[in-house]
């Protein structure tokens, strides 16, 4: 039985309902399909987006030809960021996973409103320090900890992310295939099946039908040796 779900606190949660109501003025709400390209590497910073419903992926394409996925955004999280405050070529695609609601904002518009309201721009700045804090521990992981780290790093911000309190533990409410969790680790679809089959066998993980439950999180936070640092940091 699916109990109570974790709950993280994202840029638009940072803002009053006053400076909500404000930026999303300064927007145009989109409806977008599942599989659509919001942007790829090597565009202009043009728009910023605001997800409010659905999911958002970010990757990038290694030098051998194969996509790594850094990050999936959700609710309350910004899209294009990075563009922001400079005319830098964007460095990641960032592509619709799930069939989303987002808010499109003029780059120019949305740093006028920036440098108009402190409230915000200080909300903004500290989810993207958050942010950046958090991408550079996922490399930390992976580069220190191995293939195995990087998985067990991965389930880790998975259940932080979009993790539900389960009966046998904490159920991730993203379908992830092996294949799907190969691109965040950036490794083989069979190097994953023997990692993900070893933790089966170990009863760290199991699976409510195509969901994967965490049963042991204490097994992979070990492994890793994880501090104290805050939740928000180990996200997806």
Not at 39 to 67: A, C, H, N, W
Not at 70 to 98: C, P, R
Not at 185 to 213: Q, W
């Amino acid at each position: 039985m699916l109990k109570k779900e974790l709950k993280l606190k994202r840029f638009f949660d940072q803002l009053s309902e006053e400076n909500k109501e404000l930026l999303l003025q300064k927007g145009t709400k989109k409806k977008i399909s599942a599989n659509t390209i919001l942007f790829s590497e090597g565009d202009q910073p043009d728009y910023i987006y605001l997800v409010q419903s659905g999911m958002v992926r970010l990757s990038k394409m290694t030098i051998d030809g194969k996509e790594f996925s850094l990050h999936l955004k959700q609710s309350g999280e910004l899209v294009g960021e990075v563009g922001l405050f400079n005319m830098m070529a964007i460095s990641v695609t960032a592509t619709v996973e799930k069939d989303a609601e987002l808010v499109r904002f003029d780059r120019v518009t949305l740093e006028k409103l920036f440098e108009e309201n402190g409230q915000i721009a200080v909300a903004f700045m500290k989810w993207f320090a958050t942010h950046t804090q958090s991408t550079q521990s996922k490399f930390r992981d992976l580069i220190l900890c191995g293939k195995k780290g990087g998985l067990y790093s991965t389930l880790i911000r998975f259940t932080n992310s979009y993790g539900e309190e389960h009966s046998q533990g904490i159920l991730i409410k993203v379908q992830l295939t092996n294949q799907d969790i190969a691109q965040y680790i950036g490794t083989t679809r069979e190097g994953v099946n023997r990692l993900m089959n070893e933790l089966k066998k170990e009863n760290i993980i199991c699976y409510d039908g195509t969901y994967i439950i965490i049963r042991d999180i204490k097994f992979l936070k070990d492994f890793l040796q994880c501090g104290d640092c805050p939740v928000e940091v180990c996200t997806i």
